[in-house]
């Protein structure tokens, strides 16, 4: 490299980093644009999201075993189906009574064997009966000017370093509401294991605390409990802190997901959604949260320094039940989870890694390959969902358009589908202001689709896995999702994975709820212009 100076493209925020010919250095490089994910499809993964509805056990269920079992029904009781149709189409008031006693077997036996079927194929229902999300105190607040001034304060970074944050940060899309942790608002920070259990301990009893409030389901009631944290992952586990918090049972099913990024919120639905579908008669909490104490970063590295700039302090709990009985009072019902993995690719996986800089420093460096590994992760997670949620429409010129390419040597234009016409709300992670950028411009959502997305970012910053359910209680708090409303919550994260879950909700949302709704102080104030400063 020639020159140290940092090049900023307007309004990205992905770092990409180029080292100094002596290594002592780093410049960071912001990438233009997420590549354009829907002008190239893999057919394979089309055929998956194809395969994720259309179980071929399924097909062979009805297209053999099913006549196969007509046809020994009709041998057996020797009625003579050429009469029987005949008699049915020329008299439409054949009456049982008219029927010999072999034909009402017959019919009885496959009226019988197709509500069995039936019975037997019907999947288990996930309901989403509340959830909560977390609003830290007033003290906790950290205004953009006060960041600044508490990152140069620290000592701990070069005036280069600093002009980068400073730079990164008033184009980051975050507001002067969001939270940080207090070990490292602290003078001198305070970065201790005691300081982030106590992070990670308000956050996820605060949020649970509103959820068993407001849907009146009693701890103990608990029969699974999944909780997932990037970053911090102590012992005893988080999930054995709200164990021992809560006091919940001795044969509680309880899981900690640890290093699996800012999608392992919708890891922890997919999981608990198996495991409802295995134990009947279940409730199930999944806590989301990151502890971001003892992983703030302290150095100059710049591929590094991102974090610092956009993550905040947050999380949720969610309470799933596959009882039938609670789909009255549930707000929705778990539809589809479409879980995508690059981590064989050696690109993807190193591309969002936490190691030491050269000073010994531990932090998360971001590699300059990051927007082109989550478009492609992207593209793979939306090419399974669409088979599933698509209208018929869409998926048939999508489909000829596909064909087409892999036949022709020709070029032919993509078919874009319109995932607009799929759902009524889009909760996109809120992972920085650049991604959220590209994603609308690649799906071409409208201001108002990504309304929610860009105003938890906002308003809360990147919170990680949790930022999901900040978005969901936006849409809430602003009255937006009525009865059969379909909504799509879609994140990504180190590893690299990407993954969705597809909701229906089963009644209106009321827009009163305030209790676990982190919006309801300010909802009145947005949404809000974001300036971008240089």
């Known amino acids: 490299m020639e020159s140290d100076s940092i090049e900023m493209d307007k309004e990205r925020l992905t770092a990409e980093m180029d080292f100094n010919k002596d290594s ?15 002008q190239s499809v893999k057919l394979k993964y089309v055929k998956l999201g194809y395969g994720y509805s259309c179980n071929p056990a399924t097909i062979l269920m009805f297209l053999l075993i099913a006549p196969l079992l007509a046809s020994v029904l009709v041998q057996l009781t020797g009625v003579d189906i050429t009469r029987f149709v005949s008699e049915v189409w020329t ?14 077997l017959a019919g009885s036996g496959l009226v019988l064997f197709f509500i069995a079927l039936y019975w037997s194929k019907r999947s288990t229902p996930v309901y989403l009966v509340n959830f909560s999300c977390y609003k830290p105190d007033e003290e906790r607040k950290m205004s953009m000017g006060d960041f600044l001034k508490m ?6 970074f070069s005036p280069d370093s600093f002009e980068f944050q400073r730079r990164i940060s008033n184009r980051s899309g975050l507001g002067d509401e969001t939270y940080l942790a207090p070990g490292i608002m602290s003078k001198p920070p305070k970065l201790s294991i005691e300081e982030a259990r106590l992070e ?14 407001k849907t009146g389901v009693r701890p103990k009631d608990i029969d699974i409990l999944i909780v997932n944290c990037s970053l911090f992952n102590p012992t ?23 290093g699996m990024g800012c999608s392992a919120g919708l890891i922890s639905i997919d999981l608990a959604k198996d495991l409802l579908k295995a134990i009947p008669n279940s409730y199930a909490v999944v806590v989301s949260t990151e502890s971001i104490t003892l992983n703030w970063y302290f150095g100059n590295d710049k591929s590094m320094l991102l974090p610092n700039c956009i993550f905040r302090s947050g999380g949720a709990a969610i309470l799933l039940s596959n009882k039938r009985r609670d789909r009255a009072r549930s707000k929705y019902e778990l539809v589809h989870t479409v879980r995508t993995h690059k981590g064989a690719d050696e690109r993807s996986y190193g591309c969002v890694y936490q190691r030491e800089d050269d000073k010994g420093k531990v932090g998360v460096s971001l590699a300059r390959e990051l927007m082109a590994v989550a478009g492609d992760a992207l593209k793979t997670n939306i090419t399974t969902l669409g088979p ?19 036949l022709s040597k020709a070029k ?17 992670h809120a992972g920085g202001r650049a991604v959220l950028d590209e994603v609308q411009k690649n799906l071409q959502l409208t201001e108002r689709q990504m309304e929610p997305s860009r105003m938890t970012l906002h308003r809360f910053g990147n919170t990680s896995s949790s930022s999901l359910w900040y978005e969901l209680a936006y849409a809430e708090a602003k009255g937006r999702v009525g009865r059969g409303d379909r909504i799509w919550q879609i994140a990504f994260g180190s590893g690299f994975k990407c993954n969705s879950a597809v909701w229906r909700a089963l009644r209106p949302v009321a827009e009163g709820d305030a209790l676990g709704n982190p919006w309801m102080d ?3 104030r947005y949404p809000v212009k974001v300036p971008v400063e240089l």
């Open 91 to 104: 008299n439409q008031a054949v009456r049982l009574e008219s029927m010999d006693a072999a034909t009402r």
């Open 412 to 428: 032919v234009k993509p078919y874009i589908p319109d995932f607009k016409l799929a759902f009524e709300h889009f909760c996109i």
């Open 236 to 258: 005893p586990s988080l999930s054995a802190m709200i164990v021992n918090h809560y006091k919940l049972k001795t044969d509680i099913k309880s899981f900690s997901l640890g």
């Open 24 to 38: 002592s250095s780093a410049v960071i490089r912001i990438r233009q644009r997420l590549p354009d994910f829907l």
């Open 151 to 156: 990152t140069e304060e620290t000592g701990a």
């Open 200 to 213: 990670a301990e308000t956050a996820m009893v605060g949020a649970l605390d509103s959820l068993f409030k």
């Open 522 to 524: 300010s909802i009145d």
């Open 388 to 406: 599933l949620v698509l209208p018929f429409s869409e998926q048939f010129f999508f489909f000829v358009t596909l064909i087409r390419k892999k």
